[in-house]
Each structure stands twice: as structure tokens, then as C-alpha cells.
């Protein structure tokens, strides 16, 4: 187990169309976290879990976005009907309960034509 | 409402000096500092961190100093290296809600051969 992946890398879409992104993270970790990044900007919180439980997703940014993690491993966050304004980069970060620390994953790169 | 901010985006320094990138929080709640760097298409890794009970924390070459009466943290580089630049980001945490942590903005710091 090298670190938390994620896939696909890079992914670009029509405006309008749904995209799912998958997380992997370190296996011993029971939280795993999504966030964004637009440029400029440090990431921003979007949700996260403590193993299948989703404990916070009032960041989510709209109803148009959701995320699960049906068996407390691998993550999916979907996004429905994309806007341009959804273009950035989708980060995903896990941690043991205890301490602050997360470890982050390259990240999925959107784009939104 | 930006609780965490760097207000330097950028910083340049001669190789074997000091760089200081400096961060400022507004929640007094906050209890936790950690530094991030990214280099470009990489997701953040972890740096160095400092509890609030602290007011330095040091390893190797990284120094971070946190002021709690001025919510004021800083990190020093020192002697900054070529292979440190990249963009820093400053982040917080308050253990009472150990879902979220807060990124500042980021600092791109240049260090110059």
C-alpha cells in the first residue's frame, strides 16, 4: 500500500454530463476526505467519512454533488449535470482517527468544456 | 469567510538563505497548524505541524513558530535548498471538528540556484 490513489488522473466532459471519480485510500485508515482545489486557492473541504459513515457533507458544494464509501475502503464522488464552474482539482486525503494529519492523493483533474 | 490566510502569494530567495512564509488564522478554536507542500500536478504532502500548546516546533531544516496572541504562524527554510520550490500551504484545525481542515490560499516560493 504506497499512498492513496486516485482515478482517473485527468477527465474531461461536457458541460451537463455526470462524472464519478474513485478513491482509494492508505487501507489502515478509517477517514477518508474529499476536497477542492481551483487555481489559486488552497483545497477546500467538501466532506468526509469515518469508515462507511458519512460524518459531514454539509460542504458539499450543491445537491449536485455526493459521495460514498458503501464498504468503509474506496471512495466515489459524483458530480451531476457539470457546469463549467465545476472545473478544478478533486483531491482525496485520508487519516487515522486520531491527529490532524491527512495524506493526500495526486488528485483527479477536471475540466469542464 | 477566510479563516486561514497567507497573504504572501509568492516568495523568491537566493539558495542558502532564509525563506519565512508567514500565515494568519481568525478562529481561536483552532488547536492544531500544519504546513503543506505541492509541487505542480502532485496532491499536498505533509511538512511539519504544531500543536497549540507549542510555540515552535522544529525538523531539520524546517522551523515552524506559532504566536497564539497575534493567531500568527510562520515557517522558516533554512538554508532554502532549489529542490524546496514549490507552493506552501498553511492549514488549521480545531480537534472539537476533526473533519475539517482549513487551507490557506498557499504561498509559491522560488528558490533561486
Not at chain 1, 482517473?8 to 478513491?23: A, D, L, S
Not at chain 1, 459524483?78 to 487515522?96: F, K, V
Not at chain 2, 481561536?28 to 497548524?33: A, E, H, L, R
Amino acid at each position: 500500500d504506497t499512498g492513496v490513489s486516485q482515478d482517473p488522473r485527468h477527465k474531461i466532459t461536457k458541460r451537463g454530463q455526470n462524472v464519478t471519480f474513485r478513491c482509494d485510500p492508505i487501507s489502515e485508515h478509517n477517514r477518508l476526505y474529499w476536497y477542492r482545489q481551483t487555481l489559486g486557492q488552497g483545497p477546500e473541504f467538501l466532506t468526509y467519512f469515518q469508515n462507511e459513515a458519512q460524518l459531514e457533507k454539509s460542504r458539499l458544494l450543491s445537491d449536485r454533488f455526493s459521495a460514498e464509501r458503501p464498504k468503509g475502503s474506496f471512495s466515489t464522488l459524483e458530480i451531476q449535470r457539470t457546469e463549467q464552474g465545476d472545473s478544478a482539482m478533486y483531491l482525496c486525503a485520508s487519516s487515522p482517527i486520531q491527529g490532524p494529519e491527512r495524506v493526500f492523493g495526486s488528485g483527479t483533474q477536471l475540466s469542464v468544456l | 469567510d477566510q479563516q486561514v490566510k497567507q497573504n504572501s502569494p509568492s516568495l523568491s530567495v537566493q539558495e542558502g538563505r532564509i525563506s519565512i512564509l508567514n500565515c494568519d488564522y481568525t478562529n481561536s478554536m483552532f488547536d492544531y497548524f500544519l504546513w503543506y507542500k505541492k509541487y505542480p500536478a502532485e496532491g499536498p504532502t505533509f511538512l511539519i505541524s504544531i500543536s497549540s500548546i507549542k510555540d515552535k516546533n522544529e525538523d531539520g531544516r524546517f522551523t515552524v513558530f506559532l504566536n497564539k496572541s497575534a493567531k500568527h504562524l510562520s515557517l522558516h527554510i533554512v538554508p532554502s535548498q532549489p529542490g524546496d520550490s514549490a507552493v506552501y500551504f498553511c492549514a488549521a484545525s480545531d480537534s472539537g471538528n476533526t473533519g475539517k481542515l482549513i487551507f490557506g490560499q498557499g504561498t509559491t516560493l522560488q528558490v533561486k540556484p
